[in-house]
């Protein structure tokens, strides 16, 4: 278990990013039981596969544009848009000018620490 749960501070600087997908970085920031909050760096072209997970989600655009397709609707987002995916919608996205994505989970992502 990462060790910065529950942690009141957290800086991100002192976070590493793990390599997730071709092009994806992923920075677990904070969490704890009941919330996650993931920041994610993706490269021009970079992929989040379709897929779903038993975890309310929403995603906030920092920066950058991406084409997100939420259960079976596809629609190009840009920073400051943000996406709501209920428990096992399937979404992915593909980056269309390199940028990062906060993503907000409930509960936690057990399979991210």
């Not at 590493?16 to 021009?44: I, Q, Y």
């Amino acid at each position: 278990m990462k060790d910065w749960k529950d942690k009141v501070w957290n800086y991100n600087a002192d976070i590493e990013g793990e390599n997730c997908a071709p092009g994806v970085c992923r920075k677990v920031l904070s969490f704890t039981d009941e919330l996650m909050c993931v920041e994610n760096h993706f490269e021009k072209g970079a992929v989040g596969a379709l897929h779903h997970h038993p975890h309310t989600q929403i995603t906030y655009v920092v920066s950058g544009q991406f084409e997100f397709e939420i259960d079976g609707v596809k629609k190009i987002v840009n920073p400051g848009d943000t996406m709501l995916k209920k428990d096992s919608v399937e979404h992915g996205c593909v980056c269309l000018e390199a940028g990062i994505l906060l993503d907000i989970f409930s509960p936690m992502r057990e399979d991210f620490v």
